[in-house]
Every structure is written in C-alpha cells, then in structure tokens.
C-alpha cells in the first residue's frame, strides 16, 4: 500500500533541494570569466528568475555571492574566496606551492597542479614562467584529459587507464598533432607508464608543449598530476627527459608534502 510522505520527509526533500540548487548556482559564477545576471544563472541552472533570484540573494546575504551595485550583476563574495582558501590549506595545495616555485625557477618555466574533475583535469595551482613568452593559464581552468601532458599522467596512472580512454568518448581533434584513436592514446599511456612522465608537445594548442608526472597516493593511482609547461621552441625533444626527471622528483615531493 501507498502513503504519503510524512512533512518531516517532505521538508528533507525540500531542504537539500534547495542546497543543491544554492551548489549550482556558485559553480556558474566559479565558472564564470566575469560578472553574471541572474537571468543567466537560471538559464544556466535550469530554474526561473525569481527562484533563482531568491537562492542568489541568499547567498549574498551569508557573503559567498556580491553584487556590482552599477550592473546589478554577480560574482563570487568574500566568503567564497576564505572557502577556497581553506580547501586549498587543507587539501594540500598551499604546502605544494613552494615546490612548484622551485621547480619553475629551476626550469625557467610555467609549472601546473592539476587535479581530476570528472572528465577533465582542474588547474588548482599555477606559477607563471617569467620569461616574456609563455603559455598563461588560470587556476580553475579545467582542461581536456586526452591531449595534455597533465591529463595523460592521471590517465596513464589511473586504476584502469583502457576504461579510463573508453569512459572519454570520441577524442576531438584540436591541432594536428591531437592524438584522436583512442588505441593510439593507450599506446602512448603505456609509454608513459614505462618512463614516469608524460609528454605532449602541441596536442591541444599549437606552440605549446608540456611534461608532466603523476603525483601517486596509495596504490600507486594518480591523485594529481604536476608539469612543466613552456613554447615549443625552448623545450626541443632533447630537452624532454632533463624536464621529465626534473618533474618526477618535484612530483614525488609534492606527493609527501600533500599526502
């Protein structure tokens, strides 16, 4: 037989319901490259204006969302910076800083930390190169897995990088040297198992070229993945493994500094 749901269960529905969509909306503005209306965010969450418009008010009134008085428009508040903050403490990434410093001065180039997220990897630290030429990149970036020297490390030292490959679909092609067959990837994923490091020299964007290592938690899966990333024209192949034993050692500190 059928019954109702009591109003405590109701009013448990209905309370993460609404957390649930308050999550939504701050990953629209953490997404964000600039300002957002509120018509954009419930566009973007799938909800009406004035729904959204109360969820947003909300979270401006606890300080995790601000408004431009001028434009009317919303980005991330205080609060969200200090959360941020706090994760990046207690995740580990503040004490793998100095390392990433380190191996960027000892290189003379830009140096990434990239976590998983989902199906792509998420910049969470960057040091820039000092160098006039280099490839920018912002923290929060989230990047393809298939085509870049960081994403080829977690899938190479994935639990089971031939699901992994099979999990992404079809591999879009960026430049010509996109590696697009996912046999071809796994080959590549192979090699990059058997020397430590990954390589990719203009997969996703032409000039750029990057080596990564895996940063290994228990069981030796991938749990992050650091690089060195610079123009083609400074890091030529004979200079890949130089930068290959160089990021595996920074990798390995990283992976005692965090874990």
């Known amino acids: 037989m059928w019954k109702d749901s009591s109003p405590d269960d109701r009013g448990k529905v209905a309370g993460t319901q609404t957390i649930l969509r308050a999550l939504a909306v701050l990953r629209v503005l953490r997404d964000a490259d600039g300002e957002v209306g509120v018509t954009e965010i419930a566009r973007a969450v799938g909800l009406n204006t004035s729904t959204t418009h109360r969820i947003v008010r909300a979270l401006a009134g606890a300080g995790f969302v601000a408004q431009n008085a001028r434009t009317e428009r919303y980005r991330l508040g205080r609060e969200a910076f200090l959360l ?28 990434n930390l990239v976590i998983r997220d989902g199906d792509a990897g998420l910049v969470v630290v960057r040091i820039e190169s000092p160098q006039p030429l280099r490839f920018t990149e912002t923290v929060g970036a989230r990047i393809p897995l298939y085509c870049t020297s960081t994403g080829k490390a977690l899938l190479a030292f994935a639990m089971d990088p031939a699901a992994e490959v099979a999990a992404l679909g079809g591999l879009e092609r960026l430049t010509p040297a996109t590696i697009t067959s996912p046999d071809d990837l796994l080959e590549d994923l192979e090699r990059v198992r058997r020397r430590g490091y990954s390589h990719n020299r203009g997969e996703r964007l032409p000039g750029v070229c990057g080596v990564a290592a895996p940063i290994l938690g228990e069981g030796g899966t991938a749990t992050a993945a650091l690089a060195v990333q610079g123009p083609e024209v400074r890091i030529p192949d004979d200079r890949v493994p130089e930068l290959g034993s160089l990021v595996v050692k920074a990798a390995e500190r990283v992976a005692a500094a965090m874990w």
């Open 84 to 111: 941020g903050s706090a994760a990046g403490r207690t995740l580990g990434f503040d004490a793998a800083k100095p390392v990433l410093e380190e191996l960027s001065e000892a290189t003379g180039e830009s140096v």
